[in-house]
């Protein structure tokens, strides 16, 4: 039987839950308005973020969504160390990975969790 790896995303904004799940906070940038202390975060992987070039080209514009992700996905297959941080995590238990973005259904996190679970279930852990 495969194992299940439990990855969610939310909002650095969002209200953290009271489960025990490692929280990642998945930005290049640190998130404004909010200190360190109060998110709550087990570990900051900024570069597992999409490249500042790519941000600025995206820019959140949901018209472009197909090409960042496809670009994105370039960079996170090129992005050996920091996805392999990413999924060590994964591997020790239920991970949330945090954004900071507005728009919950076009940004790097969601493309970010999808590779983390098609790279697991297609490894043997």
């Known amino acids: 039987m495969a194992k299940q790896f439990d990855i969610d995303i939310a909002r650095v904004h969002d209200e953290a ?9 998945v930005d290049r940038i640190w998130p404004r308005g909010i200190s360190k202390a109060d998110l709550g975060h087990d570990d900051w992987i900024k570069d597992i973020a999409p490249t500042t070039e790519l941000r600025k080209w ?7 969504w197909g090409e960042f992700r496809n670009r994105y996905l370039q960079e996170l297959a090129d992005n050996t160390d920091a996805v392999e ?7 020790a238990g239920p991970v949330t990975l945090l954004f ?5 259904d076009h940004n790097q996190a969601v493309v ?8 697991l279930k297609g490894s043997k852990s």
């Open 17 to 25: 839950s009271d489960t025990d799940r490692t929280r990642l906070l």
């Open 58 to 64: 995206f820019d959140h514009d949901p018209d472009k």
């Open 85 to 91: 941080r990413c999924l060590a995590w994964c591997r």
């Open 100 to 104: 900071a973005a507005k728009d919950r």
């Open 112 to 119: 970010l969790r999808d590779y983390l679970r098609q790279r």
